[in-house]
């Protein structure tokens, strides 16, 4: 971060004393020698868990550079603190793009963030790329052909549960159990879509403030409407609480959990790992702490890299893993640009990757976009916890064709 | 004894008497001051500053009730977030013009603060900053009930568009958003001004620092301190509103309680029952936070936090308290 | 009806939560007359530091006891060196010196220790569910161990010399002071006990709700609002307090207006019964002197 620090300071004396000497027909935020990427994160406050997203790509870029950079330039990766306040992503970004003068923007963090800012980088075409947020707005090439998300939408999770779900017990009645934002509403439109006009018969939802300190009376309420099937869309120590109470109190429902909060380390081993058996997910990454890739080679690559680059880092938190597959996308990105780094080329770039794979990424599951498909990763797999691991059934689902 | 007993601050002291030319002199500098930004500036710092004065402006409806009146609020958050609400909702559902909005929501903040004024009348210092702390904290579940979901737009929020300046003047829109801002918060302050200065002003101070004593002497408490929410509520909302289009989007998310928080900082820094203060104020939680991520991008918040304690062991009555001490020293020098 | 009994039971297990942090807010009132904001934030820390000793093999009785000694030391040390210094200012300075602590430690805790859910391991171990699975031995123990502090600070504050010492400072510094108490040094203590009672509080709380740095966020507010219900000089109406909260809000969540507004609701039914009973349930009312 030190070292980040100093380059971008440098970077911002530069801009400031000499504007008018790049020359026109270089791109905003490239020099000979250097690239210039924004981003924000919640470097602060109660969001803060995810801060070490940015940590895990300042190290990456880092490796980078230590490799000779991407086309001779040094990355020089700059992200502010946004506090998860949509105000000041806004402030934030303005400074990225009108001070700092950045090539493009990267995988900033939070879905009402972002929206502070989609239509101020659009109007502005300025590559808003690999965000942060799970939320499927991002895959709006029409309106918004510069903003593109990366992870799965959690709406498409949902369906894909609810799909699997009507197979295995199509007159089930379903407890959906969310956090009260954009990510749990996600759930519950997921599961509108696949359900339509039989939603209110079938389902009985059960909402949560981030700010609960449990949520012991929403899963009574679920078990006393006769659930017998339930959907939870809740961050990890929720999700703990909730494996181990619907465990204690011997209810038995057929039980989805989003995939944000299926960590072995963080999620189940803390539940209960014989309490969660049976909890069904659908994935896309490889966790770190599932025995099952102790020996694979692309978990093997993460280590090394954390091992060198982020020896302080918990190696426990998968939003780890999440930023080596995002970064590696970017970095690809970066590749395919040549020596055109200019916003226009980024952005045709960005959404021109041909299937690849990702070190931490399930096999199966590739990275991709097209230019009408902003949906960059689109594939999962269903798994089910066995009380030792996660077994992955069936085939990679694309979209939410189950 | 009640917290609000001990709130030992100063009467205004009495103002010194300036010659008129000397006043428009310090008038036509603040004016000046105020608008050299707009050309000094590019659009980056210029929106900076637009927020840092929407803070300020919201910082001084903090101001009236719990510096001058004593009533400590750590919920005016709610009222910011009502203001900008009311704009967001009006110009984007029903394309009203953004000036046209600013009286709508002064309305309904200042009922919205008359109401809230009630209970606060039986609350005394702690069991208010209590209530109204969680007030802040349930406004962002109430934005996004399901049964106003249509009109506040639920997690999503809303989105506007600034207005752009009027075909007369030369101006881009965000230099245009600077004056808006500039326009609404300077008719607040003088307003604010004249409130403070005036009979008002001494009664609302007068039942902040001896309440018994001034129900003794027939002043209507009750009336006096609702009404003090009110208007404090309706100037804090109008900073709402102001936010909503220079943000051009509102998310129960933008209203957290951390905004109240950073508001009553504001207040403390800026120099409790200080309008000058409330303005450095909007300026210290608008760009302090920016210092401490430069300091450490590892853990700004804790830098935050320790820049603010420092400040308040320097200053512990705020930056206008060390005003109020120049200025003494000022006059003792030159008699 | 089953359901019904259910959210009740529910309620108390998380009504104890809150009984158990209401406590340490009251504490900290009758020793400085301040309410902490930073209690939470201080009190999860607290229980980080409990868990990197148990994590380092230390037993859990041990690691509780020297977690209490260590929170009561960093407590004391917060007296002398961020509330000495403004002692004189207006009370709201308190209230942003107060904010800056919550910030210093709720984001230094994530900085230190990680921001991944941890299993905070508890004393009370059973292999049954007990009560439909509702409850937990862990959730029994815990009350019976806010009960034994809530005695213990009653004996103390009422059947010691220290601790009358304590109540006089605070609640008169300057008469304290004629009678030779030596009132800097009380505060210092009751900031010290405060923070030794959160510590308890976050101990007993982490087994519940998993350990992460935000674990006390929303705790916080619900202990806040049932200290006020209380009485925020009352202790035993502290805990009252805390248990009444925590079914309140089940009963409003599952029954009258959905769980959207759960935390509104529960809000609501406590300023209301504030308008009636300005000083709580069972607090004292203060009257004033012209």
Redesign the interface.
Known sequence: MRLNRRALLLGTAGSLALPQLAPAQEAPGVTATEIRIGSTNALSGPASAYSVITKGLAAMFRRVNDQGGIAGRQINFIAYDDGYQPPRTLEQTRRLVEQDRVAFLFNQLGTPTNSAIHRYVNQRKIPHLFLATGADKWANPREYPWTIGWQPSYRTEAQIYAKYLLEQKPNTKLGLLYQNDDFGKDYVNGVRDVLGPRFDAMVKLASHEATDPTIDSQIVSLQAAGCDALICGIIPRFAAQAIRRVFDIGWKPMMFMTNVSVSVGTVMQPAGLEKGVGLLTSDYRKDQSDPAWADDPGMKEWRDFMRRYVPDGELGDNNYTYAYGVGSTMLQVLKQCGNDFSRENVMRQATNIAPMDIATLLPGVKVQSQPRNYNVIRQMQLQRWNGRAWERFGGVIEGANV | ???T?????PLRRPATALAAWQRSALVLAGLAAALAPLWLL????L??LT?AVIMALAVLGLNIV??YNGQ?S?GHGAFFAVGAYATAILMSHLDWSFWATLPVSAVVCGLIGYGVGF?AL??????L???T???A??VP??L???SIEGWTG????L?LVKPDPPAFLPLTPDQWMYCMALIVSSVCFLLAWNLIRGRIGRALMATRDHP??AE?MGMDIAALKTQAFAVSAMITGLAGSL?AVA???V????F?F??S?NL??G???GG?ASILGSLFGGLFVLFV?NIA??IS??????I???I??AF??LL???FAGLLRRLAARLRRASP | MDGLAHQIVAGIATGGIYAAVSLALVMIYQATHHVNFAQGEMATLSTFIAWSMIEAGIPYWVAFFATIAISFVIGAAVERLLMRPVQNAPVLTHVGVFIGLLLIVGNATGWIFGYTTKLFPTPFESDKPLLGGLVSAHELGSTAVTLAVLSLVYLFFRHTRLGLAMRAAAYNPRSARLVGIRVGWMLALGWGLAAAIGAVAGMMVAPVVFLDPTMMLGILLYAFAGALLGGIDNPSGAVIGGFAVGVLENLAGAYVVGTELKLTVALAIIIGVLVVKPSGLFGRVVMSRV
């Open positions: 004894m009640s917290a007993d001990r709130i030992a601050l590019e659009s980056f710092h929106f900076q927020m719990t510096g400590i750590l209970p039986r609350l005394g210092g702690l069991y900053a209590l209530t702390f969680s007030l904290v349930a579940q109430i996004k009930h399901k639920g997690v999503q929020g989105f018994i004593a003794a936010s943000v051009e989007y998310a129960p998310d933008s957290s951390a905004l928080i009553f900082v207040m403390v820094v409790v936070p991520e430069a991008k590892a853990a700004p918040g804790v935050y936090g320790v603010l304690i308040l062991f512990p009555d705020g």
